[in-house]
């Protein structure tokens, strides 16, 4: 008998958790991959592909999956790989050897004088920083460019060209001290 | 007359360095006023804040007071001509900043009159209201003179949750060499104790403590004198140790009230406002004289200048011209630095304006040296001199490897570059370099967050506009298809009903859309008409 009342007491308990669960699955689902949106928040946006996935969302999808490795971004650089690899929980992995340690930030510009107003780097800006219509000469906002360089292969004139973005007093930075050899690895 | 001073009680912060003071040598001789320029060098941007846009032209003719350049934003101040003159130039020079990087600058070409644009002088300031006071302010383009250069009007505006009870005025001046703000109190005493009354009313501060460090007893004296000649009560000069960094704001409010500001907080935050002697001064030339801020004094000193001194200057004046003006270099001078021996930056060159917030030329006969940097021993002598309390090994440690997360958990924000820990390191390692890379880098990656955010921001959106140019695309071909099949499916029903009394849809179509162009043309008033128009388009 008493078994029976052990047996059922638990089954109740167990019944009385899977519904608390079910509720819990329905009510706190989450949607979307936070991982995703966290990894995406990581990325330097620069929309440029380079990763071999068509802009940073897809590539942050691609990490999260375990499809990518995290060290395809130059635009991030070391940076970056380190803050994925600190969020995600692996080890750093080395940057391809052809990309610099600290990548140069740059934005393009249009000259002006040679551009026809094609529209083509237009459809390729992944941010909308080009301005202008058919027939129309171009301009690049430069504030909204992020330096991906989609724009130039499509341009039939060759009219774009990368400049590296201007420092002036406020965005300056100190250099780290020259004297190293004594630098600890933290 | 003989009085005893009350004796405030005092408390310390932790840390400090004692350090020569080397003041005497500058203060032998009254300040004077530096010669006027032919040329002024005056840059745009002399405060913390947005920096300010040329309001003349070049080829404009300025007075003296008259405002050059200004900016709307809350966070900035505008720029006044140093002196009248003729506008020839704005363009990108060279500024004092570490950085070397040139700034947008205005040139003027002095006529040497000095004349003076209209000045609106009061004499019974209380009449207007705080408000209208700190307008004042701003349009006389006043910053802290101290060094922060953070406009002072932004500051006499701590919002209402936040009632100020002190109103600290700092001439501690606590770095060695430089004695401006000594010479200040010395000689404009009276300006001085206005300014401080001012303050004091614009932001409704119950007292006002004037701080000054015990090796300036002239300074001392003479503020006194003037409180006592107008037996003010709620004014207080105290006498604080010398010991520096005691003129930091954080330290001289610990000194003087034992409260610490909090670690991300403002003095505001616990009732107390803290502005140095010079800007009090200014704010008094503003108001009483309705003079702005177009000149300040500037100590040239070192051991490489042949006569140490002070000088009133214009804002603008070469910083070549002050050195001649203080006899010249000295055969052995080896390095200029802007500021002091502790805080200040080496300049590359001489051929700098002055700006709002450059209070010292030092010139030093020392070779610049690289000193043999050893390893650190973690002998912690470092944290025992810090006057923020930090940790400057840990400090040091993680902003070398960029560990830019954990020297945050060290709060290197809290740290106030005084450069007591490089001071006294045994190994000679520059650690106040390595929290201002810190600090800059900090600021990059935060920039660069914002930046890479609006970005998605605005990939997003052109995503979400591609997808739906094509999802109304879709819907236009949809429809169109739709329209098409139910068209066949009448017909088939219409072939399927009456086979050949029924009428062709197809004719009718036509019919209709010929019915159709024959009323429109008869509306149009019979133009030439051609009735064997084909009514394609509804056919299909």
């Known amino acids: 008998m008493s078994i029976l009342i052990a047996v059922i007491t638990l089954a109740i308990i167990a019944g009385l958790f899977g519904l608390l669960l079910g509720y819990a699955a329905i009510k706190f689902r989450v949607e979307g991959d936070p991982v995703v949106d966290k990894i995406d928040a990581l990325l330097p946006q620069t929309q440029c592909g380079q990763c071999s996935y068509p802009g940073c969302r897809p590539y942050a999808e691609a990490i999260a999956s375990g499809e990518a490795n995290i060290n395809q971004c130059p635009p991030g650089g070391e940076t970056t790989m380190l803050a994925l690899s600190d969020l995600l929980g692996v080890e750093p992995v080395p940057l391809d050897e052809e990309h610099d340690r600290e990548p140069v930030k740059t934005v393009v510009y249009i000259d002006e004088q040679t551009c026809i107003g094609c529209t083509l780097c237009i459809q390729a800006c992944p941010v909308d920083a080009i301005l202008g219509a058919a027939k129309q000469m171009h301009t690049i906002i430069e504030d909204e460019c992020t330096g991906c360089d989609l724009c130039i292969p499509p341009c039939p004139v060759d009219c774009i060209h990368v400049k590296p973005v201007s420092v002036d007093q406020n965005t300056w930075r100190w250099p780290l001290p020259e004297n190293q050899h004594t630098a600890p690895q933290a | 007359m003989t009085v005893k001073h009350r004796t405030h009680h005092l408390w310390h912060f932790h840390g400090g360095l004692k350090l020569e003071g080397h003041k005497a040598m500058s203060t032998a001789e009254p300040v004077v006023k530096a010669i006027l320029p032919k040329r002024l060098v005056v840059p745009l941007q002399q405060h913390i804040g947005d920096i300010a846009s040329p309001v003349v032209n070049v080829g404009d003719k300025v007075l003296k007071g008259q405002i050059i350049a200004e900016n709307n934003s809350y966070v900035s101040a505008p720029v006044h001509a140093p002196s009248s003159g003729t506008v020839t130039d704005i363009d990108n020079f060279p500024t004092p900043h570490p950085s070397g990087i040139s700034s947008l600058c205005m040139v003027i070409e002095t006529d040497g009159e000095d004349r003076w644009a209209e000045r609106e002088a009061l004499t019974d300031p209380r009449q207007l209201s705080p408000v209208e006071l700190r307008q004042k302010v701003r349009r006389a383009g006043i910053v802290g003179l101290g060094g922060a250069t953070f406009p002072t009007s932004v500051k006499l505006n701590p919002g209402p949750d936040s009632a100020i009870e002190t109103l600290i005025i700092n001439g501690v001046e606590c770095e060695p060499y430089i004695s401006c703000d000594d010479m200040l109190m010395r000689e404009q005493a009276k300006a001085l104790i206005l300014g401080c009354e001012l303050i004091q009313y614009m932001v409704s501060a119950h007292h006002c403590l004037i701080a000054i460090e015990d090796n300036k007893p002239e300074a001392i004296h003479q503020v006194r004198q003037e409180i006592e000649a107008r037996s003010l009560h709620n004014i207080e000069v105290v006498v604080v140790p010398t010991v520096y960094p005691s003129g930091g704001e954080k330290q001289l409010i610990k000194i003087l009230t034992h409260k610490e500001v909090p670690s991300d907080g403002l003095p505001s935050d616990i009732g107390i406002l803290v502005q140095n002697v010079g800007t009090a001064v200014a704010v008094h030339n503003a108001i009483y004289l309705g003079e702005p801020l177009i000149s300040r004094y500037v100590t040239i000193t070192g051991e490489g200048v042949q006569q140490p001194r002070n000088l009133e200057v214009l804002i603008g004046t070469q910083m070549s011209e002050l050195i001649e003006q203080s006899g010249g270099y000295h055969e052995n001078a080896a390095k200029l630095i802007m500021g002091g021996p502790m805080m200040g930056f080496t300049l590359s060159t001489d051929h ?189």
């Not at chain 2, 890379?437 to 591609?466: C, Y």
């Open chain 2, 352 to 540: 700098l304006p002055i700006t709002k917030g450059c209070n010292c030329l030092l010139v030093e006969n020392t070779p610049e040296q690289t000193p043999e940097t050893m390893p650190c021993i973690r002998c912690g002598a470092c944290a025992t001199v810090c006057p923020a309390q930090l940790l400057p090994q840990q400090l040091y440690w993680h902003a070398s490897s960029k560990n830019f997360e954990q020297v945050q958990d060290y709060h290197l924000f809290d740290c106030i570059e005084c450069g007591c820990c490089s001071y006294v390191c045994p190994s000679q390692i520059p650690l106040v370099q390595y929290y201002r890379f810190a600090k800059t880098e900090i600021w990059n990656q935060e920039r660069e967050r914002i930046k890479s955010d609006h970005a998605r921001v605005r990939h997003d959106f052109r995503q979400a506009r591609l997808d739906r140019e094509k999802k109304e695309r879709e819907e236009k071909l949809r429809k169109k298809k739709e329209m098409l099949e139910k068209k066949k499916q009448a017909e088939a029903k219409a072939a399927a009903e009456g086979k050949s009394d029924a009428v062709d849809p197809k004719k009718a179509a036509i019919e209709a859309a010929m019915k159709r162009v024959q009323e429109k043309k008869a509306a149009q008033q019979k133009p030439p008409s051609d009735s064997a128009e084909k009514p394609s388009g509804d056919s299909e």
